[in-house]
Structure formats: structure tokens, C-alpha cells
């Protein structure tokens, strides 16, 4: 269910547009609802410095995009990319435990949003593919 809160965090756009100027890059695309998203991601000494993205998707997309974007910042890659891994498992666990640097997903990663789980983890695999 879209509230207040996701809308709010969707229209952040302080890390809209792209640069550029990265350490890696990469776009997908939903196969199953055709939201696409193109990131990069600014690295030094192995600490993610900065996301930059890029989307045509709904607000649950957009609102993942804009959280992952400041969540990330200064976490080193090894971290991203376990915590990421962990947030996709959402779907399988009952009793889930958010990932501390990324607690703040709840809004938007919970049993009223399963339906759109895959937009909301586009951005995550985004991520993903990038830093492989």
C-alpha cells in the first residue's frame, strides 16, 4: 500500500541523474512490470562514495532507488553487498531481522508490500550486477 512516507521518500531526488563519473555501473529492467533503472556507483578504498541513478518506474522503485542511494553511502562493498542479499530474502523468511544499516527499509519491505516486491528490489540487484 503506497503511504505518505514512501511518497516522501520517492520524491528525494538528490541522487537523480546520472554523471558519468563512476566506479561501476549497471541498468536492469523488471521483467515483470517493466520499471528500468541505470546506476552508478562513485567507490574509494573499497567504501561506496556516492549513487547516482536514473529510473522509469513506479514509486516503489523510486522510493527503494532514493533510500538505497543514501543508505549505502560510506558502507564498504563487502557489507552492500550482504546486506542486500539479506534484504532479498524478505520474501522467504517468517521471522525476518533487518540488515542494521538498512533498518529503515521497513517502510517499504513488509508483508503489505509483497506484491511489489520485485520493484522495490530492483534497485538492490541493480546494485548487485554492478559490483560483480
Given at each position: 500500500?503506497?503511504?505518505?512516507?514512501?511518497?516522501?521518500?520517492?520524491?528525494n531526488t538528490k541522487n537523480v541523474g546520472l554523471t558519468n563519473k563512476y566506479s561501476f555501473k549497471a541498468s536492469?529492467?523488471?521483467?515483470?512490470?517493466?520499471?528500468?533503472?541505470?546506476?552508478?556507483?562513485?567507490?574509494?578504498?573499497?567504501?561506496?562514495?556516492?549513487?547516482?541513478?536514473?529510473?522509469?518506474?513506479c514509486v516503489y522503485c523510486e522510493a527503494s532507488a532514493s533510500l538505497l542511494a543514501k543508505?549505502?553511502?560510506?558502507?564498504?562493498?563487502?557489507?552492500?553487498?550482504?546486506?542486500?542479499?539479506?534484504?532479498?530474502?524478505?520474501?522467504?523468511?517468517?521471522?525476518?531481522?533487518?540488515?542494521?544499516?538498512?533498518?529503515?527499509?521497513?517502510?517499504?519491505?513488509?508483508?503489505?508490500?509483497?506484491?511489489?516486491?520485485?520493484?522495490?528490489?530492483?534497485?538492490?540487484?541493480?546494485?548487485?550486477?554492478?559490483?560483480?
Open positions: 500500500m503506497i503511504t505518505k512516507d514512501i511518497i516522501t521518500i520517492a520524491s536492469l529492467k523488471n521483467s515483470l512490470c517493466g520499471d528500468k533503472i541505470k546506476l552508478e556507483l562513485s567507490a574509494k578504498n573499497l567504501k561506496i562514495n556516492l549513487m547516482k541513478y536514473e529510473t522509469e518506474s543508505k549505502i553511502k560510506n558502507l564498504d562493498i563487502k557489507t552492500i553487498i550482504r546486506d542486500l542479499n539479506l534484504l532479498k530474502n524478505f520474501i522467504k523468511a517468517e521471522k525476518f531481522i533487518f540488515p542494521i544499516n538498512f533498518k529503515e527499509f521497513k517502510i517499504l519491505i513488509n508483508k503489505q508490500n509483497l506484491k511489489r516486491i520485485n520493484c522495490i528490489n530492483l534497485p538492490f540487484d541493480t546494485v548487485l550486477k554492478a559490483l560483480k
